[in-house]
């Protein structure tokens, strides 16, 4: 457990600690309750309705007061952004809503019910499959950094290659990629498949034979072509 609010690591700029980000959100919590005395609000009435609720936490998390003093058309209270975008704004944090929408997942569900009551419903389940399809020919690689960051059974990435004699030189780039992740680089047990179509094919028959596979190769660090 890191003590300190980020640390230096080999290839990144810093990593949020777990207190820090658990006081940062308690400071959050306060700053919406008195955001919304100030304005005359309930916060009840937000924090009983879920959609408001969790819409609320989200944008004063990225983005502090600013944005929801305006949402909740407030008039008498400052601008005054506390989100996690001004707190670490000298490490070039970027934020994003809903990110991971992966466009297709497969898991498979634990039949076997845990006994205990405590109120909570059991979810056990294995992520199998994440497929991601690109149709853009430059950005496919950014659907594989996203991958990498899922653990799951098989990632599937399409893409697509306007020069398919360049395929290896294409994922020779993506696995230098892939390296300089600071959590994504892959385990000797991950298992990847990349398939690259071609862009602006003259003939559509047999489309099937315009499609390449590639596996992770553990032991060269390099996507190889399916053997």
Request: net charge negative.
């Amino acid at each position: 457990m890191m003590t300190k609010e980020y640390k230096e690591m080999e290839n990144q700029k810093f990593v949020i600690s777990e207190e820090d980000f658990f006081d940062f959100f308690r400071c959050t919590i306060e700053n919406i309750e008195n955001d919304y005395k100030k304005n005359g609000v309930k916060i009840q009435d937000i924090y009983k309705d879920n959609a408001k609720w969790t819409q609320t936490i989200l944008d004063y998390i990225e983005c502090g007061r600013e944005i929801c003093i305006r949402s909740s058309e407030s008039k008498g209270c400052e601008k005054n952004p506390r989100g996690i975008k001004e707190k670490y704004k000298n490490y070039g944090l970027k934020t994003e809503r809903e990110y991971y929408r992966i466009d297709l997942i497969a898991y498979d569900v634990d039949k076997v019910k845990c006994k205990e009551k405590l109120g909570l419903n059991w979810h056990v389940w294995n992520l199998q499959l994440a497929f991601e399809h690109e149709n853009n020919s430059k950005d496919w690689t950014d659907e594989v950094t996203k991958l990498a960051h899922i653990k799951c059974g098989l990632r599937v990435v399409v893409g697509y290659s306007e020069d398919p004699s360049k395929n290896q030189e294409k994922l020779d780039f993506c696995s230098k990629m892939l390296d300089k992740l600071a959590y994504g680089k892959p385990n000797d047990d991950d298992r990847w498949l990349i398939i690259l179509g071609i862009c602006g094919q003259k003939s559509y028959s047999n489309l099937k034979d315009y499609y390449t596979g590639y596996e992770w190769d553990s032991e060269q660090k390099k996507f190889v072509p399916l053997s």
